[in-house]
């Protein structure tokens, strides 16, 4: 597995901009985009934004858990009723995330460390938590990046966090639980989505055989794979915009 844009991590310049010229890639994200900034106008965010982050939230790592395969319903999450280790770990990843956006792009290896010892308590031994069992080069070169220039796009930036995170599995367990809150992280920080409302996790569930194969391709490092990826990122992060509305209505409801 050969990363296409591993010799130009450091660069001072945006080392990620290639992958815009890839057919059909940046008007994905841009379409995302748009799709992100028509959500946020929903009313219910003028009174009800802290109701409708926190319904994200959950529905993300529900959605987290069952990508890898503890599927549950969300009624039953919501009523604390399900004690599966991997859906708790999903909960407990969720309700950090926002304590660890200021540390994302200092520390990134660390913050990785803390998501999965969230993550797999009680799945993995414990002298496994936190600790990387491949991939430490790949996971360097990855920091570097998050840690580098604040050119790259956010949208972009998180979609190559989220598909290296996943090819490499660098952690024991629930691996995908950490990729998936470390992009979600890198979204937030980045001022794409600074309320943490957009459940793209959510997106990836509804696209679940797309979610896989554009990973799988992804993971071949071949320009298609790396297309086909992040043409089902930005289709995911639309479907959280969705959920934007679908949440925000549901809270107005109730109010």
Same mark, same amino acid.
């Given at each position: ?34 799709? #992100?900034?028509? !959500?946020?106008?929903?009313? $219910? ?5 802290? %109701? ?5 939230? =959950?529905?993300?790592? #529900? !959605? ?9 319903? =969300? ?12 859906? %708790?770990?999903? /909960? ?17 290896? %660390? ?14 031994? $414990?002298? @496994? ?7 430490? @080069?790949?996971?360097?070169?990855? $920091?570097? /990046? ?9 949208? =972009? ?10 090819? /490499? ?8 639980? #950490? ?5 979600? =992280? ?47 990122? $930005?289709?995911? #992060?639309?479907?959280?915009? @969705? ?13």
């Amino acid at each position: 597995m050969v990363c296409p844009f591993a010799h130009r991590y450091g660069v001072r310049v945006d080392p990620l901009a290639p992958l815009l010229d890839l057919a059909g890639v940046a008007p994905a994200l841009a379409e995302a985009r748009e799709r #992100v900034d028509a !959500a946020m106008r929903h009313r $219910a965010l003028r009174r009800h934004g802290g %109701q409708v982050a926190a319904e994200a939230s =959950l529905r993300a790592a #529900v !959605a987290s858990a069952a990508l890898e395969g503890h599927a549950y319903d =969300l009624e039953d999450v919501r009523a604390g009723t399900v004690t599966d280790p991997v859906i %708790q770990g999903a /909960l407990r990843v969720a309700e950090s995330v926002g304590g660890l956006v200021d540390v994302w792009p200092r520390a990134p290896r %660390q913050v990785l460390a803390k998501l999965h010892v969230l993550a797999a308590r009680g799945v993995v031994p $414990a002298g @496994e938590l936190g600790r990387l069992i491949s991939g430490a @080069e790949r996971i360097d070169a990855l $920091a570097a /990046l998050v840690t580098g220039t604040e050119r790259t796009p956010p949208l =972009l930036l998180a979609a190559i966090v989220h598909a290296e995170l996943v090819a /490499l599995r660098p952690f024991a367990g629930p691996a995908g639980v #950490v990729a998936r809150a470390a992009a979600r =992280l890198t979204l937030i920080g980045r001022g794409f989505d600074p309320r943490g409302l957009v459940a793209v996790e959510v997106g990836h569930r509804k696209r679940e055989p797309e979610y896989v194969g554009s990973a799988g391709a992804y993971a071949t490092g071949t320009p298609d794979g790396v297309r086909s990826w992040l043409r089902h990122y $930005a289709a995911a #992060v639309v479907a959280g915009a @969705e959920e934007i509305a679908v949440i925000g209505d549901r809270v107005l409801a109730a109010a």
